[in-house]
């Protein structure tokens, strides 16, 4: 008895590849899904950034306006 290593039969490489691609499939499609999350969220950020502009810019004139009137 000789102790060869088993050599898989082409069936068998392409059942393992084709389980390799579908994980890889998987994992694009996780990354996809993310990418579009991040996308969405940044989307949303912008679209309300004046809102933090505009809160700022009054903020600031309160407080000049607090500064300047007890000077």
């Known amino acids: 008895m000789t102790n060869t290593p088993h050599?898989?039969?082409?069936t068998e490489m392409m059942a393992r590849i084709e389980g390799?691609?579908?994980?890889i499939e998987n994992k694009l499609d996780a990354v996809n899904d993310h990418e579009i999350r991040i996308r969405a969220l940044e989307r949303h950020r912008y679209q309300t950034a004046w809102i933090t502009t505009i809160g700022t810019a009054i903020l600031t004139t309160i407080l000049v306006a607090v500064i300047t009137k007890s000077i």
């Open 7 to 10: 050599r898989p039969t082409a």
């Open 20 to 23: 390799r691609l579908a994980v």
